[in-house]
């Protein structure tokens, strides 16, 4: 099987791509804005690397690479910088219209989206909820939003009579080890040092939080999954416990105390606008609102189950965010304190910078 893969390197990429490496049976072709060293990692060796922008309109290098394809995997999509909401649209949502576009102009029969737990509108309660649960996003989340804008995407996509199978996948909080230093750029200020995250004492949060999470390795298991049996439709995939407060209190070594989201927001948006750090405000109201996965259609359709349960999850994440891990890809690349302040004076901070 020839599959085409975008968003390659990213954190779910690489884990998709050590698992069709296991397989040896697929010709994977990586698409990616800047593709990795191929001797860098084991996963990367034998991949087919096309460089492709697709926040950018150019579509013939994207429709030379699905060409021939029996499966296009969506995995491409950006969370920085965090103050330029038209380029991560344009990258979100118009890199999937142009990725649907390649698809139908190339009679793909068969793309699977990566979609997410952040697509959903805001729970009622905290029961977990099927595929048919809304997909209106959470209002003041750019990521929701995106996400949202693009399930509608493939509504359309399924409504016409292209022939192309669409499989949907919505996972909760994606976690592994190697993305620690992604996360890092991605949440904290350059100037904080990966160990600030063994040397938490008190974790100032609303104890409300509760969160589905699962790991990079298990979203790729179903990813396969879905390949093989051409999967048609929606799955949520998430592992058990839900991570509460407590849980990441618990992982961080730190004293859970009670701040009301609110104030939490507040606190967050008010560094964001100053600058100070790269997480937008509208990360808290997503984590108040997702709801928690039911994935029993995953089970009993796939036959998928995850191999890793939350709590194991979220203390791999943190640890790998604590030593600064990595992967050798320039997503998942090393972060250090002395890197962030260089790529601080020379491009600005990663939350406004320029994509090049």
């Not at 926040?55 to 920085?80: I, K, N």
Request: charged letters at 20%; one cysteine or more.
């Amino acid at each position: 099987m020839r599959v085409v893969v975008t968003g390659a390197s990213g954190n779910v990429g690489t884990a998709l791509l050590r698992r069709l490496a296991q397989d040896g049976r697929h010709d994977v072709v990586g698409l990616a804005r800047r593709p990795p060293d191929n001797g860098g990692a084991s996963a990367y060796a034998g991949v087919e690397w096309v460089a492709v922008d697709l926040s950018r309109p150019d579509t013939e290098v994207l429709r030379a690479a699905v060409a021939g394809a029996d499966a296009v995997v969506h995995l491409a999509w950006g969370f920085q910088p965090s103050h330029r909401e038209p380029y991560l649209r344009s990258l979100g949502v118009g890199g999937t219209s142009r990725v649907i576009d390649a698809v139908t102009a190339c009679g793909v029969p068969h793309l699977v989206h990566m979609s997410s737990v952040g697509a959903y509108s805001p729970k009622q309660d905290d029961l977990p909820v099927a595929e048919t649960w809304p997909t209106e996003g959470v209002p003041t989340s750019m990521y929701s939003r995106h996400k949202a804008a693009a399930e509608r995407l493939l509504d359309l996509l399924e409504q016409g009579d292209s022939g192309t199978t669409v499989t949907r996948l919505r996972p909760g909080i994606v976690g592994q080890r190697s993305a620690g230093s992604a996360l890092l750029r991605y949440g904290l200020p350059a100037l904080v040092p990966s160990g600030v995250v063994g040397r938490v004492p008190v974790l100032p949060v609303d104890r409300r939080l509760v969160i589905p999470m699962v790991h990079a390795d298990d979203v790729a298991d179903a990813v396969v999954r879905s390949l093989e049996a051409k999967a048609q439709g929606a799955f949520n995939l998430a592992a058990a416990p839900a991570i509460t407060a407590q849980h990441v209190a618990d992982a961080l070594g730190a004293r859970l105390v009670h701040v009301p989201s609110a104030a939490v927001r507040a606190a967050v948006s008010g560094s964001w606008h100053a600058r100070v750090q790269p997480l937008d405000p509208g990360w808290i109201d997503l984590a108040f609102a997702v709801p928690l996965l039911d994935t029993t259609r995953a089970l009993t359709e796939l036959g998928w189950s995850p191999t890793r349960d939350a709590r194991s999850v979220l203390a791999e994440t943190l640890d790998g965010m604590r030593d600064a891990d990595s992967a050798h890809s320039p997503v998942l690349r090393p972060r250090t304190v002395a890197g962030g302040l260089l790529r601080a004076v020379r491009r600005g901070p990663v939350s406004s910078r320029r994509v090049t």
